[in-house]
């Protein structure tokens, strides 16, 4: 247990957009990289559940995907309940979030 809580205290959380209000709530999204899309997720009331629930994702999308490390889809955490919105209405924060999550695939890619 105390090694699930280091892990998941080294979670990045990615932040809402500017003046978007958030619930307190840590919510997993989907990015998928071959078709550019978010996709909506499941919500969580702390960390620790979030980051669980993120490598589960990330486990079966790696046995269910046939793609280069740089192509799987991606489970990230957001404090921003409305994401799916904020991303089709606000170019730049759609922008910013996609270079960050791209880069972190690109990573991975050089891992393995």
């Known amino acids: 247990m105390a090694t699930e809580k280091i892990r998941a205290s080294r979670a990045h959380v990615y932040a809402a957009p500017e003046g978007a209000k958030g619930d307190g709530q840590i919510h997993v999204y989907t990015y998928d990289v071959f078709n550019d899309t978010f996709l ?10 979030a980051v669980q629930h993120q490598r589960h994702e990330q486990e079966r ?4 995907q ?18 799916i ?7 730049d924060y759609r922008r910013t979030l996609k270079r960050d999550l791209t880069s972190d695939a690109r990573s991975r890619g050089r891992r393995r």
Do not use: M, Y
């Open 40 to 49: 909506p997720g499941k919500s969580f009331e702390n960390v620790e559940r």
């Open 61 to 64: 999308i790696f046995v269910e």
């Open 66 to 83: 046939e793609a280069e490390p740089e192509l799987f889809d991606l489970p990230f955490l957001s404090h921003d309940p409305a994401l």
């Open 85 to 91: 919105e904020h991303v089709q209405s606000n170019a």
